[in-house]
């Protein structure tokens, strides 16, 4: 009787074993299948779904950190043609990307165009001081006006320098410097954002996914003009679209994320990187295109005369920082990064930080560059612009994706330990029969 109980005992073990087997193998592909088909569904850009309530509205608060650089001796650099030496100050951090979306169509190719409105609200309890610190920096009508006017008439700009009474530096405000004041000598708003509030960047276009969820929030184009390659970061500011590469995992409010951060090759020379030779317009300011670390951006700014970098010159040829002092690059403070969740492709954490610099030179004419000694590329600002997804975000985030796949994952393990708990003939046929019928019942209301 023993023999017979085992034996049945055996041949319902093996039984079980098998159907147990037979439901794994459809169960967890099943599983897979309906979290993917959900995840790809609440991705895609279209009314309805959670990826489209969150890219309509601001979603994340975004703040805009400005660190400027402080110039220390500007009678030294005036009257001797000292090096500059400069110190940061900073952050002053502005609330941005508070407003929704604008002026939102969906085309018939999968892709929706929009406006992104800009406004900036100053955020004190996040700032060292106030807007109106001052701030010891280039004249950014003089120089620009020095990078545009040819040398042959550089001796009408002296006399406008000098009518007035306008030099190479100045002492503004942290709010004049970011979004505009009236300068003397050109009778209009400049700054370095300046105009910003009330403003649009775009249009955008983008594709919605509803195709190809792996396009989902690539931009196909921007103020009509079409990017072909795949697009990890695109930055306005500096008019094109750059690649990240893998970093490493992290643990972000307890969910896995990638990090991508910047590679450095991005500002590159363009003898070392030839997508950057269109941004080198001046051999003599670039020593012949050979100046790695900072791009020229007026082609696309409008004409001003603007170079952008990464902040103290990081990546940049030494010669930047010998010519101006006091800069320190950091690739833990100053590198651009996203955190992306690998399932959805959520940006769920992103740090964007650029500089802003002009340029000046040597001049036999006009008075307050005669002794200036070389063309020198003089950071002004650096930007971090980041954010983070909230703790609010986050839980939902794991319970509607995360807790499902570990669901799944638990499933799994206790399916294949059903199945070697039969092959060994350990079950307890009206014990194990009973959970095996229940692990089934919900595994189905699970996944249904």
Not at 150 to 173: A, D
Not at 291 to 308: H, N
Not at 417 to 446: E, P
Request: glycine share 8%; net charge neutral.
């Amino acid at each position: 009787m023993v023999c017979c109980n085992r034996r049945c005992g055996l041949i319902a073990g093996a039984v079980i074993g098998a159907a147990v087997a037979i439901l794994g193998g459809i169960l967890i592909p099943v599983g897979n299948n309906v979290i993917q088909g959900t995840v790809e569904k609440e991705a895609v850009i279209e009314p309805g779904t959670t990826a489209y309530d969150n890219w309509v509205a601001a979603g994340a608060k975004v703040y805009r950190q400005f660190w400027f650089f402080d110039l220390k001796n500007p009678l030294e650099v005036l009257q001797y043609g000292a090096i500059p030496v400069v110190v940061e100050r900073g952050p002053y951090t502005y609330w941005t990307r508070y407003l929704p979306k604008e002026n939102i169509t969906f085309h018939p190719n999968h892709t929706a165009s929009f406006l992104l409105p800009f406004g900036a609200i100053f955020e004190p309890s996040m700032s060292v001081g106030s807007e109106e610190d001052k701030i010891t920096t280039l004249n950014l009508a003089v120089a620009g006006a020095y990078s545009l006017v040819p040398k042959l008439f550089h001796g009408m700009l002296e006399k406008l320098i000098t009518s007035s009474n306008s030099s190479l530096f100045q002492h503004r405000s942290v709010k004049e410097l970011l979004w505009g004041y009236t300068d003397p000598m050109l009778k209009t708003l400049v700054g370095l954002f300046a105009p910003y509030n009330g403003t649009y960047d775009g249009y955008y276009n983008v594709y919605t996914g509803k195709d190809d969820i792996s396009k989902v929030g690539r931009i196909d184009m921007w103020r009509g003009e079409r990017y072909k390659k795949p697009i990890y970061f695109f930055s306005s500011d500096i008019c094109r679209s750059v690649s990240a590469s893998f970093e490493e995992s992290k643990d972000l409010k307890g969910i896995e994320v990638y990090r991508y951060a910047l590679q450095p090759n991005t500002l590159a020379s363009p003898t070392v990187n030839p997508d950057n030779q269109c941004y080198c317009r001046n051999i003599e300011v670039t020593k012949n295109c050979t100046l790695a670390g900072v791009l020229d951006i007026g082609s696309c700014q409008e004409g001003r005369p603007i170079y952008i970098s990464l902040p103290h010159f990081l990546h940049g040829s030494p010669y930047l920082r010998k010519a101006v002092l006091g800069l320190n690059p950091s690739e833990e403070h100053h590198a651009t990064f996203m955190d992306v969740e690998p399932t959805t492709g959520f940006t769920l954490r992103f740090a964007k930080r650029i500089q802003v610099n002009m340029m000046y030179g040597p001049s036999k004419v006009i008075t307050v560059l005669k002794k200036v000694k070389d063309y020198t590329i003089f950071p002004l600002a650096w930007l971090n612009e980041t954010a983070s997804v909230d703790d609010e975000t986050a839980d939902m985030f794991k319970k509607e994706l995360i807790s499902r796949i570990q669901m799944l994952d638990i499933i799994q393990k206790a399916l294949l330990g059903i199945v070697h708990l039969s092959c060994c003939g350990t079950l307890n046929l009206d014990i194990d029969l009973h959970f095996f019928v229940i692990s089934v019942l919900f595994i189905m209301s699970y996944l249904l």
